[in-house]
């Protein structure tokens, strides 16, 4: 059975995302770079030559990204096997999109989950699972 191996990412909307991106480097320490989202860096536990990252970021109320859910956050998985859970999830009757999204990043994936919330699936690149993140 495919699953998720973390995190990769979290994104709400918010009515004015610079301004509570200030706020939260003012009141949480937390540093958004130019587009207004964090990389939470880390080390896999089992292989810590491993290095992943996690995203923060806020999005305007009026993004269309989370659609069609109307909730308003989006969590993104990490997965090894983006084609394989996507199968799955078909198989077990989810309603996936059919699109899939590939950039130097990785590939993507989304998912509707039983209540209406839009899920991001990603699969990292080999070259970011593995030494290309310095830290």
Known sequence: M???TGIGGIFFKAQDPKKLASWYRESLGIEPDADGSV???WREEENTDRRGY???SPFPMDTSYF???ASSFMINYRVADLDAILEQLRSQGAEVDDKIEESEYGRFGWV???EGNRLELWEPPVEKRSAELSF
């Open 54 to 56: 996690t995203i923060w």
């Open 2 to 4: 495919e699953r998720v």
């Open 112 to 114: 509707m989950d039983p």
């Open 39 to 41: 990389a939470f860096k």
């Open 67 to 69: 659609d069609p859910s």
